[in-house]
């Protein structure tokens, strides 16, 4: 039996992104939550394309807002919000069964509260050049549920 896994895109603005993410979860058999607003329609051409002729398999779920899905969660839902302004790296996390591994929009990241309110279920993929910025959301993304499924047993498929 695999995993539950869950990813959670916090106002995904690149639909190209959304449609890798979401053939990557179809792949590890994880849910995506995508948070609105979207900068993209659901119907979008790059969105299909790049999710292939997959997205109708996909468990996708849509939340009006990020403040709504965290106050959907139980209590103890364990949550970990990926940021380049973490302190601990994806490498001293230990993930759970059934985590929600949480990812800001492209262009900005997770908001400020977030990264406040939750400081030690924050966390970052390491980058070892300081010119580069930011990972591809897609690319840090698939590290993590990756790196989730290493940890958990990789025996889920």
């Known amino acids: 039996m695999p995993h539950h896994l869950n990813v959670v895109l916090v106002e995904p603005e690149i639909p190209q992104n959304t449609g890798s993410i979401g053939r990557l979860c179809l792949a590890t058999r994880t849910t995506l939550h995508l948070v609105e607003p979207l900068g993209f329609e ?26 709504i899905f965290l106050a959907s ?10 940021s380049k302004k973490a302190g601990g790296t ?3 996390y230990r993930f759970e069964e059934g985590s929600y591994l949480i990812f800001g929009k492209e262009t900005a990241g997770l908001p400020d509260w977030v ?8 966390t970052r993929i390491p980058m070892y050049d300081a010119r580069v910025r930011s990972l591809n959301l897609a690319n840090s993304v698939s590290v993590a549920v990756y790196e989730a499924i290493r940890q958990l047993g990789p025996d889920v498929m």
């Open 42 to 67: 659901i119907t979008h051409a790059k969105l299909k394309r790049a999710g292939l002729d997959y997205w109708e398999y996909l468990d996708v779920r849509r939340h009006a807002s990020l403040e």
């Open 115 to 122: 990264i406040n309110s939750y400081p030690t279920e924050t």
């Open 90 to 92: 994806i490498f001293d």
């Open 73 to 82: 969660l139980p209590p103890n839902a364990p949550k970990v919000f990926f």
